[in-house]
């Protein structure tokens, strides 16, 4: 029932003994990165001023801007002890880019297939992965840790509908990991098909990438007749398996002895009690090559630290009920408006207004982006028009990593606001 059971079950005390213990190494190994060399020295702070758990607090935060600039000033090894990048979207020059070494390979991977085992995955499942391979997490972070786990993997990656309901039924697929709208897209894809989901012998599906409500889990686990189990994590403290849920569905249980967690109010930044919602902020424990101090994850949960029936010791944060920032999530990309505002407006056609469009088009997620055109660009020629519109696609698609939908639209013929010009309106139907 338990991949390691000795931390799984760590008494709180012991839990925290040990959190404390890896606290200190951990500060100690970023204060040999250039970054956090200088905010601790700034701080004034060594690892010995740590003497309880509650001293995170004088830790500085580390925010995404941080990252943005500064992630290779992070490193404490040098850049030959890496193996690995990942990086979120975004090519003008604002990704976030992490780096592991071959140490946070293996310990990522350990906690993605202690989190699966958690659910009752084992070495006799035949996996799906149908999450973006490249450079986001959820791709190969789940995939090292299903292997790791020891089932057969197959590396499906996003997108190819038809070909991701064949290779489930060619292969008995019994366990999948998919972004929950998309789940509920593929449906269609199965109809198409004359295919039941259910038939299958699919048993557990792994959620996660965007928020979505239990009503949405409740349908997904109905229709693909499995148990469907919510996945927490970030590219930036690793990537999938931060948090997961245990066969309780009560939750998911943080990995406590890995990622220190505080909730806090995100206007105070002072803790709040258990069932209130705050901004969680996360210290990697156990990561060697670029270990992260109080990062300020802007996703928005409560934690709940009564025990938990399943022996597992670890706090649960609830589903994440909002975030701080402006970040929009579709098809499981992260988006900041700012990106398209900057690909936008380095286009000389391109008038200064424009509004951007959640919408469900046929049960896919779309983003429509309305782009006001300059008069003088506005001609009769349709044919000019669409190649416009082609060009501004692809400058979004490349920068974006998904495709939105482009419309051109007249100068001064979208409603106007006052003071923030980037305006987002999501009408997509709330689950
Ligand atoms: N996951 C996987 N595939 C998806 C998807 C999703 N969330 N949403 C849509 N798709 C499918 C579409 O149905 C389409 O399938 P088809 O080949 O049968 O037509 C295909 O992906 C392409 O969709 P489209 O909307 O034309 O492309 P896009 O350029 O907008 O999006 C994706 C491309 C879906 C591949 C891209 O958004 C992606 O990689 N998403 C996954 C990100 C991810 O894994 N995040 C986890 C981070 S930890
Ligand atoms: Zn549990």
């Keep these: 029932m338990y991949w390691n059971r000795e931390i799984e079950t760590l008494t709180t005390n012991n839990l925290k003994g040990l959190q404390l213990e890896r606290l200190r190494r951990t500060v100690a190994r970023a204060g040999q990165s ?24 004088k830790l500085p935060f580390t925010t995404k801007d941080d990252l943005r600039t500064s992630s290779l000033q992070m490193l404490t090894t040098p850049l030959k002890e890496i193996i690995r990048l990942h990086a ?11 780096y592991y070494t071959r140490t946070d390979i293996e310990l990522w991977a350990d906690l993605v297939a202690r989190s699966l085992y958690m659910t009752g995955m084992r070495q006799e499942d ?34 190819n509908s038809k070909r991701q309901v064949q290779l489930m039924r060619q292969f008995n697929v019994t366990a999948i990991h998919i972004i929950p709208s998309y789940a509920l897209f593929l449906l269609q894809t199965f109809e198409e098909l004359g295919v039941d989901p259910r038939d299958l ?14 009503a949405t889990r409740r349908r997904i686990e109905a229709a693909y007749g499995v148990k469907a189990y919510n996945c927490y994590g970030l590219s930036e403290l690793n990537g999938p398996g931060v948090a997961f849920e245990c066969p309780e569905q009560n939750g998911s249980h943080v990995w406590e002895d890995s990622y220190l967690i505080e909730v806090l109010d995100p206007s105070t930044l002072d803790p709040v009690p258990p069932g209130t919602v705050g901004e969680l902020v996360f210290t990697n424990l156990t990561r060697q090559g670029m270990p992260l101090l109080r990062y300020r994850s802007r996703d928005l949960a409560s934690y709940d630290d009564r025990p938990c029936p399943c022996g597992r010791s670890s706090r649960r944060i609830s589903r994440i009920q909002g975030r701080t920032d402006d970040m929009i999530i579709l098809k499981g990309v992260n988006i900041f408006p700012i990106q398209i505002d900057r690909v936008l407006m380095r286009l000389p056609e391109v008038a200064s207004n424009y509004l951007i469009e959640m919408q469900q088009i046929k049960g896919n997620d779309q983003m429509v982006i309305k782009v006001e055109v300059k008069q003088e660009y506005f001609s009769e020629d349709l044919a000019y028009l669409k190649g416009l519109q082609k060009r501004i696609t692809e400058a979004l698609k490349s920068e974006l990593l998904v495709t939105p939908r482009v419309d051109l639209v007249e100068h001064n013929s979208l409603p106007r606001t006052e003071g923030k010009a980037v305006r987002v309106v999501d009408s997509r139907p709330k689950a």
């Design 34 to 57: 250039q970054f956090y060399g200088q905010r601790l020295q700034q701080a004034g702070i060594v690892p010995d001023d740590l003497g309880s758990l509650e001293d995170i607090r």
């Design 88 to 98: 979120s979207s975004g090519t003008t020059g604002q990704a976030t880019v992490i």
């Design 126 to 159: 035949v996996f799906q992965n149908m999450m973006g391979y490249g450079l986001f997490t959820g791709g190969l972070g789940f995939h090292y840790g299903a292997e790791r786990l020891g089932a057969l993997t197959i590396p499906a990656g996003a997108g």
């Design 201 to 214: 012998p699919l048993r557990l599906a792994y959620i996660g990438a965007e928020p979505y409500s239990d």
